[in-house]
Structure formats: C-alpha cells, structure tokens
C-alpha cells in the first residue's frame, strides 16, 4: 500500500515527521501536567529547554557539518541578557549590586517575552560579528575556534562583576518559565528548525556541505548561508538561555561550561545531527536517562555515607557517574551507527515510498582533520 491508494496529500507526507514530534512532546507535556508529580514536572521542564538548545545546534551543526562548541556561551549570554532586560531596577540592586545605575541597562525593564527577544538579539548580534571570521574556517579549524570563544565568554562572565555578578551565583530572578512556557517556545522553534531545513536555504546549505565546488559551480554562496544558519541558531540558543535562566532561577558561570556543552553535544550525536528528529530524539533520551543516572549517583552516595557513619570505611566516592556512561554511551553510538540513533534522518511516512533525503555527513574526525 503506498500514500496515493490512501489519498493522503503530499504536504501531509512531508510534514508527517513534524506532526509526530508535535503529537508526542504535547502528549509528554499534557502527561506530567495531569499525573506527574512537582519533581518529574521540573525534570521535563529542563528537558524541553535542552530540546531547544540541541535544535538550535542541530540548525547549524547539522546542516553545515561544522561541530560548533560555541552555543551554550550564546546560551550564556541569553541567560544573562535576559536578566538584564526582565528585572526592574530595584531588583538589580539585589541581583546585579555592582552594575552602576547611571547605566542605561540598568534602568531597563521589559515583559518578559520581549527582554527574551532582546537578549536573543544581543546575542545574534554578536554571533553575526563573530562568524565574519569565524565561519572562513573549515572542520577541525573551526570546531578548535568555537571552543575557544567558549572559554573566553566563560572568562569574560567570571570577571565582569557589573553584568554578570561575576564568579558569584545569580539570584531572586523571577521563575516566568514553566511547563506549558518551554513547551510552547519548543514547539515553536523544532517547527522552525524542520521548515529551515526544508526551504531552499537549507537545502543549500546542505549542498554546499556535501560538495563546497559543485555548490558554488551553480551559485551558491556557500558562505553566506553557513552565516545565516550561524545567527539564526545562536538566537535560538539564546532564548532557551533566558528561558533556562526564568526557570532555575539561580546560576553562574559554570552553569555554561564545560559539562552543559558535553550534554547538549552527546545529545545531538546520540539522536542524530542530520535530522529534527535526530535532535529531539536524542535530547529526551539523554535529559531522561541522565536525571535517572542522577538518582543512582545520589543514592549510592548516600548508601556510602550511611556505611561510613556506621563506622565502615569505603574508599571511593561516586562522582561523575552519569557523565562517565553518557560518555561511553556516545562512544558507542559513533563507533556502531555514526549517524546516530535516527541515521541522520527524519521519522518516516510509513505508507508511501520514502521521500527522505540521504542520510547527512555527521562531523567526524577525519573530516574534521
């Protein structure tokens, strides 16, 4: 039986794999808010803002093939843009002490809704500066650059105590993001990142990942769309950084280091950078099976100094658990199906021929190097 016996409309045929993430996170969603307790909401909470963040990268680490680290510094300064921008000026007395308040910024104060966007455009804004040079590199150059403006964010965040608080942890933001504001700004952003990928914009892109000479033989400027997939996905990236920010309500710099980009990197591979699906597959997967990870840590840890106020002495603390099976999890998958859990493609139309796309080129170390 193929899709024309069932006289489904083409449009239905290539929107399907957009309809069923939509389906399922709104059934995710609807179940935690009816039978879930406060615990589990806060955990799917988080685990839409990562749904976010890992589309954002898959915009442009998917459809580029370049491996960027730099995202969850972009994540960063939404985080703190939006803070910025949301709290009154009383409240950055409390928050930020040390910003001055003969500082425009700090008599700043918008809805919430608007200080995200704005933060988000700080953001794209400086991401559009940074990838005129940024983005003249290639593979391995480029993904070595990428971590670099990490590290110099995170630097920058550590020291700058009038925007930042610096190297000391944030508090009495508001708390505007809850279960049903992640997943409308989810919903919002994986269907923009599957019609980025079906517009001729992506299309290009994609192209000029697979063959940069045959892509610019029939002009197209390879360049340039790498550049706008680049801004586009940083403000994205953003946003959920606000959005994280509203939510937690308490961070620091280290919130937007290392570990965070570890995470959001595992997931895109785990569930596959070459498609939305792949993405959103993969940040539920890991968000889900690192808070449970969590759990084990915490309790064995517990079992340990219960055993040592008893008088037993145990020789190790279990530290890093999670990160270390996440880890070996990725491994795993890169070394048994390189193109992730989804093979680089989007869920299926399961009556018709298949209309997928090959398979994208993930990131690897030989085209890196």
Known sequence: MNARALHVPRWVERAFPLIVLVVGLLVIAAGTELFAGRVFQRVVTVMFI????????????GNSGLMSFAHVAFMAIGAYGSIWFSLSPREKRLTLPDMPE????????????????????????????????????????????????????????????????????????????????????MLLFVALAFLFREMPLGLKLRAARDDEAAAWSI????????????????????????????????????????RQTFLIVAMLIIGGSGS??????????????????RSVENWLNLQRAAQTALGQVIPFQLVGFTEIVIALAMIAVLILRPSGLTRGREIRWPFGPKLDRPAAVEPTPERAG
């Open 50 to 61: 990562n749904v976010i963040l890992v589309v954002a990268l898959q915009i442009f680490t």
């Open 102 to 185: 003969t500082w425009l910024l700090h008599q700043a104060h918008f809805p919430f809704i608007p200080a995200l966007l704005a933060a988000g455009l700080i953001a794209a804004a400086v991401g559009a500066v940074l990838g005129v040079p940024l983005l003249r590199l290639r593979d391995a150059s480029f993904t070595i650059a990428s971590f670099a403006w990490l590290i110099i964010v995170h630097s920058v965040a550590l020291q700058w105590d009038a925007l930042t608080r610096g190297s000391r942890t944030v508090f009495g933001i508001p708390q505007y993001t809850g279960l049903w504001t992640a997943t409308g700004w």
């Open 276 to 293: 939305v699906s792949g993405a959103v597959i993969g940040a539920v997967a890991v968000s889900l099976t690192s808070e449970a990870l």
């Open 219 to 258: 002009g197209i400027s390879s360049a340039w769309v790498r550049w706008v997939a680049w801004v586009f996905s940083i403000f994205v990236a953003a946003v959920a950084g606000g959005l994280w920010a509203h939510f937690i309500t308490t961070f620091s710099p280290n919130s937007f280091y290392l």
